[in-house]
């Protein structure tokens, strides 16, 4: 199966397709397709600054005298 990759937005309940791939989507009439949406969420989901804080939150629970245990 061959696979076109784009990005593009929705509107009125549409997905946008680029001209470069319409001509190509053109000649795919009454064919099998498999569509895959993959919303970008990077913003929303952002949870790096959530784990910093927790890793430093979990590590000052933390001795020098815990380390002997790190060598076993």
């Known amino acids: ?3 076109l990759e784009f990005r593009s ?3 009125n309940n549409q997905i ?3 001209l470069r791939l319409q001509s190509e989507l053109a000649t795919a009439q ?3 397709v498999r569509v895959i949406v993959l919303i970008d969420d990077s913003e929303k989901n952002d ?3 959530i784990m910093k804080a927790a890793e430093s939150h979990f590590l000052q629970g933390f001795a020098e005298s815990d ?5 076993y």
């Open 1 to 3: 199966m061959k696979a």
């Open 9 to 11: 937005k929705i509107k």
């Open 16 to 18: 946008l397709i680029p």
């Open 30 to 32: 009454d064919r099998d």
């Open 47 to 49: 949870y790096s600054h």
């Open 67 to 71: 380390s002997i245990y790190d060598t």
